[in-house]
């Protein structure tokens, strides 16, 4: 195989791969995915997807955090990691839906914001 070969894209994203197997096997076992949403090999960008029970899940944001440290210093070419799990509602992963709460609405116009239901007694 030649060095050329080796240093393609493909050969990034296997090792992209390869680190999110290899360090977060958590994240298969409780049920979430982890999938390269886009490698910029010029820019050294990286954008991950987390899906399944990681969306919503609590621990998410410190998982987002461990992959976005980590990959900087294993791969070289990795500069900057984008990780998202959908839920912040942001268009870069494709969207995804914000939680709500029984008694939240949504008030677009800026008032002031709903305190929930009031209790029954």
Do not use: W, Y
């Amino acid at each position: 195989m030649s060095t050329e070969t080796q240093n393609d894209g493909g050969d990034l994203e296997e090792r992209v791969t390869n680190f999110l197997r290899r360090n977060f096997p958590q994240i298969q076992m409780h049920g979430g995915s982890a999938a390269i949403q886009d490698i910029d090999r010029e820019s050294g960008e990286v954008s991950i997807a987390l899906g399944g029970a990681c969306s919503g899940c609590g621990i998410s944001p410190m998982t987002i955090q461990a992959i976005k440290s980590r990959m900087v210093k294993e791969i070289p070419e990795i500069e900057t990691v984008n990780a998202s799990t959908g839920m912040d509602g942001g268009d870069d992963m494709g969207g995804g839906m914000s939680p709500s709460f029984p008694g939240e609405t949504v008030d677009d116009d800026g008032g002031e914001a709903d305190e929930g239901p009031e209790a029954p007694f």
